[in-house]
């Protein structure tokens, strides 16, 4: 049976995810406001995507409950190697 978790309203199945990552793309359109993303990679890509917050906290926030969550699930801690991998990005 698949198990699955929710970030930010969306459901995600948890044998299918590859990656979440964090990132800042804080004045990449030349503006003084940040955005900050949440990307979620899925196996196959089939549906990937990637959350957009205008604040660090808000995104830090589903971050840390999306890896509480893969943390909690007891197949993910007794096969890390195969489940999704949670990591920062450094830009």
């Known amino acids: 049976m698949a198990t699955f978790i929710e970030i930010n309203a969306d459901i995600f199945n948890v044998d299918k995810i590859q990656a979440i990552i964090r990132r800042d ?6 503006y003084n406001n940040g955005v900050y993303l949440l990307e979620i990679h899925m196996e196959g890509g ?13 995104r830090d926030d589903d ?29």
């Open 63 to 91: 971050f840390v409950k999306a890896r509480k969550q893969l943390m909690g699930n007891s197949r993910t801690k007794k096969e890390p190697q195969t489940e999704a991998t949670v990591r920062d990005s450094s830009n």
């Open 46 to 58: 089939i549906g990937s995507m990637s959350k957009a917050y205008s604040s660090k906290k808000f």
């Open 25 to 30: 793309e804080k004045n990449r359109l030349g």
